[in-house]
Every structure is written in structure tokens, then in C-alpha cells.
């Protein structure tokens, strides 16, 4: 069966510290994307990357940065997390062929203290 | 620019009354439009997709048709296990496969 795994269900950082997000897929896919998910702003992209060591901004680049150097990982990295950063983190990952479903991890609830 | 529109926000239904969700869209060029189901504190998990204009797909009580402009998903004698945050999204020609997001639909259904 299809998995995108994020390593952390739930987490709380505080304000300035460097907050590491993984996400793992087992599909071989080209396409990895992070999105955050907010109450009333639905989900936003953050950074995708369509291949190992790309990555493109997404709408809401902002104090995040991404890395991926295996096909199979991709993480998202806040530089110095702050209050405005908690939110669900969702990863997700596709094929690049067109037409297409990506696939969604469990989710990531940060909190920022 | 490239937008999606779900409506209603919120939704509550008796089981068995059927209803609609719409997803309105103004996009530069469709390459899919996905439905997503998500459960409180957990990752959107695939529905449907369709591609072109006439299109419809099934599965159990849930029914998705797609226009030129919107695509609609039917719910059918809902029952209270069909309750959850319905997304909307669609995936632009011009990419790599970058999905935009309605903002969903959260539907109750009470017993």
C-alpha cells in the first residue's frame, strides 16, 4: 500500500528554535510537496520539489526552507520558528506524469510556544 | 488568478437527507481536479479524479461530476460516518503538479 510518512504527529518548539520536519515516501515518486493546513485558509504550499536536489517556491515560501537529497525524503526546515508558525504541516507526494493523485501524509501538529 | 471555490463552509444533514458540495474554479489550464476526504487531525485521503467536462465517478454514497467552471459532489442518504472536511483541488497544466486547494467543506451528519 502507498505510504507518505511524517515523523511526528504532534509537536511543540519554542520561538527561535530551528524546527526540522520529515517526510518519507515509499513510491518512488518524483514530486514531494509541503503544504500547511489552517483553520479558515485551507491548505497553502509552502515548497515542492520534483526532483532530487530541486526545489521551487511555493505560495508561502517565508521563513521556511526544504532540502532533498534522496528521491524519497524531503524536509522542511523553520529556520527560527515563531508563534505565526503553528499550523498543521501536511507533506505529500505524486507522480510527475500528468493527471495523477498525490498522496498525503498523517500531518504534523506544530505548536510554537 | 488561479482560485478555488468551495461552498458551503459548513454543512449539516440528517442521515439519509442527500445533499451537494460544489467547487467552483477559474484556473488558466485543468489538468484534474481531485476530491479529498479529511477526518479531524489527519492527512487528506484520495476520493476522485476527473479530467474533462461531463466526467462522473462513484463511490458508495458519494457521486462527483465536473463542468467547464465547477464540479459538484453528491452525497447520497449520508450517513453519520461519512462526516468530515471534503477538499476540493485542482492541478494546473503550467506545473509540475502543484495542486490548488479550496478552502473545503466541513459536513456534519447527525443520526
Known amino acids: 500500500d502507498v505510504k507518505v510518512t511524517q515523523s511526528s504527529r504532534y509537536l511543540v518548539k519554542r520561538t527561535g528554535e530551528k524546527v526540522f520536519l520529515e517526510c518519507v515516501q515509499d513510491?518512488?515518486?518524483?514530486?514531494m510537496f509541503w503544504y500547511r493546513q489552517d483553520p479558515g485558509l485551507g491548505l497553502r504550499l509552502i515548497y515542492f520539489s520534483y526532483d532530487v536536489k530541486m526545489k521551487e517556491k511555493g505560495d508561502i515560501p517565508e521563513g521556511y526552507s526544504v532540502s532533498r537529497e534522496k528521491k524519497e525524503r524531503f524536509s522542511l526546515i523553520l529556520e527560527s520558528a515563531s508563534t505565526n508558525q503553528t499550523s498543521m504541516y501536511l507533506c505529500?507526494?505524486?507522480?510527475?506524469?500528468?493527471?495523477?493523485?498525490?498522496?498525503f501524509g498523517q500531518g504534523t501538529r506544530l505548536t510554537v510556544v | 488568478e488561479d482560485q478555488v471555490t468551495q461552498s458551503p463552509e459548513a454543512l449539516r444533514l440528517q442521515e439519509g437527507e442527500s445533499s451537494s458540495l460544489n467547487c467552483s474554479y477559474t484556473v488558466s489550464g485543468l489538468r484534474g481536479l481531485f476530491w479529498y476526504r479529511q477526518d479531524p487531525g489527519k492527512g487528506p485521503e484520495f476520493l476522485f479524479t476527473l479530467y474533462s467536462a461531463g466526467e462522473e465517478k462513484e463511490k458508495e454514497r458519494l457521486k462527483a461530476t465536473l463542468t467547464k467552471k465547477e464540479s459538484f459532489l453528491h452525497i447520497t442518504a449520508p450517513k453519520p460516518e461519512d462526516s468530515a472536511t471534503y477538499l476540493c483541488?485542482?492541478?494546473?497544466?503550467?506545473?509540475?503538479?502543484?495542486?490548488?486547494f479550496g478552502q473545503g467543506t466541513t459536513l456534519q451528519v447527525k443520526p
Open positions: 513510491m518512488d515518486h518524483e514530486n
Open positions: 483541488a485542482v492541478r494546473l497544466s503550467s506545473n509540475t503538479g502543484k495542486l490548488i
Open positions: 505529500a507526494s505524486s507522480l510527475r506524469r500528468d493527471k495523477l493523485r498525490a498522496f
